[in-house]
């Protein structure tokens, strides 16, 4: 399978995801190699742009685990550079997860003013998400995706978290 397609982002996601249930920690770095590998690729595709997002926030998730927080710390901030615009609002929940685990290290590391940015961050990413266009979210109006409202319902909800966190 080619690194640079979409497909490859998707199968190194999925492999991440895995690593996670089964709490396969000794594979972390050779995932990690091929997320940053995956995330070298110069592309303006959605479709890559989607998995290369997905990728790195399960390599976020991962190296926070395995106690990593600086890798961890480079993740969910590759993450949250990403537009997830450019696929679809509903791949905001990344960014806004990892915008909140980047304020709760922020917290734990005793900086309080970089905790609030982030989670202020979160909270823009979803209103922006929630302010995007019909098509990419909800689908159709007059026959909508079966889950394009409860995805956006999570992003209101995780920005939601941001928001108890910044008060």
């Known amino acids: 399978?080619?690194?640079?397609?979409?497909?490859?982002?998707?199968?190194?996601?999925?492999?991440?995801?895995?690593?996670?249930?089964?709490?396969?920690?000794?594979?972390?770095?050779?995932?990690?190699?091929?997320?940053?590998?995956?995330?070298?690729i110069a592309s303006d595709n959605p479709h890559i742009l989607r998995w290369r997002l997905s990728a790195n926030y399960v390599a976020a998730l991962l190296t926070l685990r395995c106690a990593d927080r600086d890798r961890a710390a480079d993740y969910f901030e590759k993450v949250a550079q990403l537009d997830p615009l450019i696929?679809?609002?509903l791949l905001t929940t990344k960014t806004i997860a990892a915008r909140f685990w980047r304020g709760v290290m922020h917290l734990v590391d005793g900086d309080a003013q970089a905790a609030r940015q982030s989670f202020l961050a979160?909270?823009?990413?979803?209103?922006?998400?929630?302010?995007?266009?019909?098509?990419?979210?909800?689908?159709?109006?007059?026959?909508?995706?079966?889950?394009?409202?409860?995805?956006?319902?999570?992003?209101?909800?995780m920005a939601s978290q941001c928001a108890l966190a910044i008060a």
Do not use: W
């Not at 399978?1 to 594979?27: F, K, V």
């Open 1 to 40: 399978l080619p690194l640079e397609t979409a497909d490859a982002g998707a199968a190194i996601t999925i492999l991440g995801y895995r690593l996670l249930a089964l709490d396969r920690h000794e594979q972390v770095p050779d995932l990690c190699n091929l997320v940053d590998a995956y995330s070298a």
């Open 87 to 89: 696929f679809s609002p």
């Open 122 to 157: 979160g909270v823009e990413a979803a209103r922006r998400a929630l302010h995007a266009p019909d098509q990419n979210a909800i689908g159709n109006p007059e026959a909508p995706l079966t889950f394009g409202f409860q995805e956006l319902a999570e992003v209101a909800d």
